[in-house]
């Protein structure tokens, strides 16, 4: 089939991508888990092809009215491009100071330390995932601090994307027992879609 | 066979002298973090040849790297087997280096981003790690000027210029936030309004400019009193505003009589002017009743006015009629 | 006779993944189901003996699944075959009956492993 102007997923795809999510993200939840040493409560990852505008509807496990801190790593592989997202609850921080034994209270400083560190596990554990059951080596650039204690819709519109379309996965990550909550967005360029949609293909294939 | 093993060497020497010509730090360390490997951009920029550095531990060569937080970043590496990244928005630098343009760079140390990755985990076992050092010099000291400008331009939007106490409507927004917290936690907070006596008499005799003396006058002894945690601004013409947090209202008119008293003892010169005056106060303490920012500051305006009424160069605490 | 082997998983994409691991020239009846109520119905009916079974689903999930199977004293042998690998849920599917867990996404060898060490084959 020849390209279409219009990136497109089926259901049969947008199935295979949310299982593919799902395995990853239960990777990336196990390091977390034994980092922290907690049991971290696994969501149903949302797999949508969006406008890049409607960005901030994707992050729906994150109220409106709440200030949070984020940061973004951009990746690579294969030809497939795509940014990271995590975004963090600002209230989150106290809980995850005292897990991760920092010690002491949650200035900004630390919190950014927090912020990083979470970061480093569930971004490139899901990339690792992600990446093993699509046979795609990702490299990560460097991550980029998004903002800290900011509105929501300031830092996701902080950032002037140049894609139109983007598929993205939002897994929403809670931890039994405390009050943290994280937002991980992987945005897929729109025209790794395509890319993308031939490996998933392939592994549809009976 | 002789030949393809010198072929062999050869290009793997070719390789080896692109790592080392790489502008960016490549060292790695063992389990224990002992050195195994230096390149050129870590030898020119610490002054250390390879050999030197060769099997120390990390944290004795150097001693500035924050042995706790590294080793809180790298033991992830090392038992998760997954990467780690940290920003000079974190740390400035891992390693103190001078900044590689002594004579146009204004910053004085080099910033640096880092990359720690797992090595040698054929068996999923991480036995060393990768350590890769950035120069983002430029990068962060853009960043921070960029950052220094943006706040000196929210605190000009913030201040007064006249007397640089906060604006009235900043001060506004400070009061509705010590209101909504003082409504959740519970927590004592006072306000204070007061004003120049006879303020239309100080301009009609000696003039606006020196009304202005007596502004800025006003002011400059309020600095002087305040506590670091006070927040004060200039509400109207010759009318101030005060959050007193943590402060009772018997607590804030003993502030508020010093001040009073320090302001009917204070002299304004002006030109060759010189002249007193005095200011009346209200204080309203923070209450169940008080439903609103709005009714906080009539109840304290109310006392001002109770202030005045006596006689004024006074300081009354507002209370329900 | 052919064993009646049941996959339940929501993704469709899932489910044909595990039919596809499961080892080729045995002989079985498999069905699927999307959640655990379906999954009930169907070891109710017969049609699983032996129950591959996902742990995140809608509806009725592995837990409550598995709960189900041990309170209706159904007579069913349970794999659960997930991406929660957490050491917690191991034990808690354990705990709630399960004979063995395998992590997503299966391999061949594995089930073949795990049907061979359970007597199946």
């Known amino acids: 089939m020849t390209q279409t102007a219009n990136v497109s997923i089926t259901e049969d795809q947008r199935d295979c991508y949310q299982e593919i999510s799902n395995v990853a993200m239960g990777q990336a939840a196990d390091l977390l888990a034994r980092l922290l040493g907690v049991k971290v409560i696994l969501p149903i990852p949302v797999v949508n092809l969006i406008e890049v505008n409607e960005l901030r509807m994707a992050l729906s496990g994150i109220e409106n009215s709440e200030t949070v801190s984020g940061v973004c790593q951009g990746f690579i592989g294969n030809g497939i491009s795509g940014e990271a997202l995590l975004i963090f609850n600002d209230t989150s921080f106290n809980d995850i100071s005292d897990l991760l034994k920092y010690g002491g209270v949650a200035d900004k400083s630390l919190e950014l330390e927090l912020l990083m560190d979470v970061a480093n596990i569930l971004i490139g554990a899901c990339l690792r995932g992600v990446g093993e059951q699509l046979d795609v080596g990702f490299s990560q650039g460097h991550p980029v601090v998004l903002g800290q204690h900011v509105n929501l819709n300031d830092l996701v519109a902080a950032n002037n994307y140049r894609w139109t379309k983007t598929l993205a996965i939002e897994i929403n990550y809670k931890i039994e027992g405390y009050n943290i909550n994280c937002d991980l967005l992987l945005l897929f360029a729109e025209d790794a879609i395509e890319v993308l949609n031939r490996k998933v293909n392939y592994l549809l294939e009976d | 066979m002789a030949d393809n093993s010198s072929d062999n060497f050869k290009e793997f020497h070719s390789y080896m002298a692109m790592l080392q010509n790489l502008d960016v730090g490549l060292v790695v360390l063992d389990r224990e973090y002992r050195i195994q490997l230096w390149n050129n951009f870590m030898e020119s920029h610490s002054g250390l040849h390879p050999y030197e550095v060769r099997d120390k531990q990390l944290f004795e060569t150097f001693p500035e790297i924050n042995e706790e937080w590294f080793r809180h970043k790298a033991e992830c590496v090392f038992q998760l087997n997954t990467r780690a990244f940290t920003t000079w928005e974190q740390r400035p630098f891992l390693f103190k280096f001078k900044n590689y343009r002594p004579i146009t760079g204004s910053a004085e140390f080099m910033y640096q981003n880092i990359t720690i990755i797992p090595l040698d985990s054929s068996v999923g076992i991480v036995e060393r790690i990768g350590i890769i050092v950035y120069d983002v010099t430029d990068v962060a000291v853009n960043r921070i000027e960029l950052k220094a400008v943006n706040d000196e331009l929210k605190r000009l939007s913030r201040t007064d210029r006249l007397t640089g106490l906060y604006n009235r409507g900043y001060w506004q927004e400070c009061a509705e936030r010590e209101f909504k917290r003082g409504q959740r936690t519970g927590r004592v907070t006072s306000l204070l309004m007061f004003d120049i006596d006879h303020f239309k008499h100080v301009n009609d005799t000696y003039g606006h400019p020196a009304g202005d003396a007596a502004i800025k006058n006003t002011a400059d002894q309020l600095v002087m009193n305040m506590r670091e945690t006070d927040v004060a601004g200039r509400y109207g013409g010759e009318e101030y505003a005060m959050l007193l947090v943590d402060t009772t209202a018997e607590n804030a008119k003993i502030f508020a009589d010093r001040l009073r008293e320090h302001i009917a003892a204070s002299t304004v010169h002006y030109q060759d002017v010189s002249f007193q005056y005095t200011v009346s106060m209200g204080i309203a303490e923070l209450n169940d009743d008080i439903k609103s920012v709005d009714e906080w500051i009539d109840a304290a305006d109310h006392a001002l006015y109770e202030s005045k009424e006596g006689g004024r160069n006074t300081v009354t605490i507002y209370k329900k009629s | ?121």
């Open chain 3, 1 to 121: 006779m052919a064993i009646p082997v049941l996959i339940c998983d929501d993704s469709s994409f899932a489910r044909k993944q595990m039919a596809r691991a499961l080892p080729e020239g045995w002989e079985v009846e498999v069905s699927f189901a999307c959640n655990g109520e379906e999954a009930i119905q169907a070891i109710k009916e017969g049609k699983g003996e032996i129950v591959f079974l996902d742990l995140t689903m809608p509806v009725l999930d592995g837990f409550g699944t598995l709960a189900q199977i041990k309170q209706q004293d159904l007579n069913a042998m349970v794999i659960v075959v997930s991406g929660d690998i957490q050491p917690e849920a191991h034990t808690e599917v354990m705990g709630l009956g399960a004979m063995e867990f395998i992590k997503k996404p299966a391999s061949k060898e594995k089930v073949l492993e795990v049907l061979k060490r359970f007597g199946v084959i």
